[in-house]
Structure formats: C-alpha cells, structure tokens
C-alpha cells in the first residue's frame, strides 16, 4: 500500500501521526510525496475520530491494502516534518481539567499517560534519527503518571530517565500548568543543564474574578509567588505564557488587571488569543457578552505591551556567549549577513523569535555552534560564531 500524510494542527497532531504512520509502514506499507499515486481510490472509505484509531490496521487489512498484518518494528515513529533535528514527543493524551473554553476534554477525553519505557524507547529512536532537541508535550506534563496511581513514575521520573537512557543534548518542557511544579521537578530543571531553562505555564488570564469564571486553578496571588519561586530557583529562566482575551464577563477593570499583571510579571514569550465560543463547553452557554470589535482591540493592547517587555527581557543577553542551535542555513530574505538561523535555549521552535547568526562557516543544521548575541531585536537576536 502506498500512504501519503497530510498532518493539520499542532506538534502534538505531528506526534499522532507520525506514530500512526510508523505503524503502518510496520505494517508494509510504503510513504510517498506524491499524494495522488496514494489515493488509488478516489472515494474516501473510512472517517476515523482520534478514539478509533486502533480500528485503522484491521480495517486496512480487510480491504487487502495491507500486505503485512503483523508489524515488524511496533512503535518506531516516522519522520513526517522538515527539521529531523528538533522533535516532540508526546508523554500523555487527554485532560482531567475542566476550563470553561475549552473542548480539548470533550475531543480528547480523560487524561492517559503513555507508559515510560514506551517513551524511552521512542526518544531513542528520535535521537537515532537526529534529534538534537526533544520537545514534551501534552495537555499538561505535570500531570503525568497521576493517572496510573501511587508510585507510578511522574515527570521528574521520566526526565531522569530520558538523561540518563539518550544523549540527547536539548529536553524542553511545553505546557506545564503552575499546579504540576514540583520541588522536585524545578530543582531538577535547575541543575541539569541538558534540560533548557524554559517553561510554557498557560495563565490565561490574571483576573481573579476571570480565572474563576474560566475554572481555572490559579489565582493571581498564587501565580505570582509561583513565577517568583521559579526565577529564583532556575538561573536564567524564559517562561512562556498564554492569555485569552474577551471571554465571556470580561470588563475593563478585569482587562486592566491583566495588563498590570503581565508588566509586573515580565514573561519573556506571550501568545494570545481572542475568544471564540467551543461548543459543548461551559463557556458556550454564557452570552458571548465581548463585542468582536473590542476583543480585537483588547489582543492587539496586549500584544504591545508584550511587544515591549521581550524586546526588554532580550536586551539583557547581547554580548553574552550562547550556544545556538543551527537550524537552516539562510536566505535572501533573513537578517543582512546572517549566514544561518538558528535557536539559543531560550527560544523554541515554530513559537518563539530566531537567532540571526553570522559568520556560521558551512555548519548544518542541528550543530551547534557557540556564538556571541551581538544585538537583540523585539523578539530575535544576531549573533555572531566564535571561532
Ligand atoms: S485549556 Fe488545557 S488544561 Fe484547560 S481543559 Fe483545555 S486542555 Fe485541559
């Protein structure tokens, strides 16, 4: 059978399908670019929701498309991106939490941890295929290893793990809310250099009143003394942070308090997002009470505020020596000069600015070179290689 991918969505869709991919070809069928030879069929023959996905092997081999019912390697990921060097890699699916806005539980259900060995294993690979930078996701890493009892290893577990099983340069850790910081889980960010000073914690918002409306955990008081523990006990640390704008209630002075917050709390990364009603949520069955127009504005307010402060918080790394991950050499259209583009640690893939760096020689992507940051812009910095 010959199989063409198309993979829509987020790097934790990237994750599901480069798995369910690596299971087929286990199974003898054979990727190819070239879409159209893979849909020898042109009617469709089966909708699978995310759920049924284990239904997809039988269903193949039912209809003859499958040579090979059994797979010969299980488990093994296909590379489906473009940067072999930097990967994700998925520790647990679903969420236990219950935001107002959010359908990702309805879709995605309970949240499931997938077993550490497994995930050991497939670093491994990863690794075998390239990577120099692996990237955990999941609706909430805090959370894992909460679903499989007393006892079962939790994030701390499997990062030690994942250190001491691949020599994988690079862990970073996306989306890890406030409740699921650790003693044991910062001190261990802290002093293990492997893992790159950087947390994803999505606040949403820091109204108080908002973030009970939104069912969120956290109060402000609570974030605050979190995001205080954390710059004091990781050295050099970028958190990264998501605020949604205009849900349902939200009045000025709640705005205002937002903004207060973010210039007090300085994150170095800010995504935001205006609110659109989810069906089947809480959120959809309040009035959708924040005109458009002002939920625009709203986004746009705090995107310049943020706009401000990481131009700030990156002002304070140029002249330092980093070392930067080379990913692409580049073109025409980047920085004047710039031999490549590449990343420092305090910047991720696809979410965060670049590093602009000169003088790079003939280096490929996913090495690394030491460099000096020579200036810092609102979100990218130059550097320059050492030689
Ligand atoms: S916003 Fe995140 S934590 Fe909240 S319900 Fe959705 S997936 Fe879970």
């Not at 250190?163 to 802290?190: C, F, H, K, N, Q």
């Not at 705090?302 to 140029?318: K, N, Y």
């Not at 910047?347 to 940051?373: E, H, I, K, M, S």
């Amino acid at each position: 059978m010959k199989l063409g991918v198309i993979s829509l969505g987020c790097d934790k869709a990237t994750v599901d399908s480069e798995r369910l991919v690596g299971d087929l070809v286990g199974h003898g069928a054979v990727v190819t670019p070239d879409l159209p030879q893979a849909q020898e069929i042109p009617e469709v023959d089966l909708f699978l929701g995310f759920s049924d996905l284990h239904h997809l092997v039988p269903a193949l081999a039912e209809r003859g498309l499958i040579d090979d019912p059994v797979a010969v390697h299980p488990g093994v990921r296909q590379f489906l991106g473009d940067q072999v060097h930097v990967r994700y890699l998925k520790i647990s699916e679903g969420c236990d939490h219950t935001c107002a806005f959010c359908a990702i539980p309805l879709m995605r259900g309970k949240h499931r941890s997938e077993p550490l060995e497994r995930l050991v294993r497939e670093a491994q690979q990863l690794e075998a295929q390239g990577a120099k930078e692996i990237n955990l996701v999941a609706q909430d890493l805090g959370h894992y290893g909460r679903d499989a009892g007393r006892g079962a290893p939790a994030l701390p577990d499997l990062l030690e793990a994942l250190l001491a099983r691949t020599g994988v340069p690079w862990y970073r850790l996306l989306y890890v809310y406030s409740a699921g910081l650790t003693d044991r889980l910062v001190e261990l960010i802290a002093r293990e250099p492997r893992i790159v000073p950087y947390l994803d914690i999505p606040i949403q918002h820091a109204s108080d009143r908002m973030l009970e409306r939104m069912r969120r955990p956290e109060r402000r008081d609570t974030l605050r003394a979190k995001l205080a523990w954390l710059r004091d006990t990781i050295p050099d640390l970028a958190i990264r942070t998501t605020c949604l704008l205009g849900f349902p209630g939200e009045t000025d002075e709640d705005f205002g308090q937002l903004l207060e917050f973010l210039e007090e709390a300085q994150f170095d990364r800010l995504g935001a997002f205006a609110y659109s009603p989810q069906e089947g949520t809480r959120g959809a069955a309040y009035p959708d009470d924040v005109p458009e127009g002002v939920k625009r504005d709203r986004l746009e307010e705090v995107l310049e505020v943020q706009r401000a402060i990481s131009a700030e918080r990156l002002a304070r790394f140029v002249g330092r020596d980093v070392s930067v991950l080379v990913d692409r050499v580049a073109d025409p259209d980047d920085a004047a000069g710039s031999t490549h583009v590449g990343r420092v640690p305090w910047q991720a893939d696809d979410v965060d600015g670049v590093t602009y760096l000169a003088q790079g020689g003939w280096a490929r992507p996913g090495t690394f070179l030491a460099a000096r940051v020579t200036a810092s812009e609102d979100y990218d910095f130059k550097a320059v290689a050492l030689t």
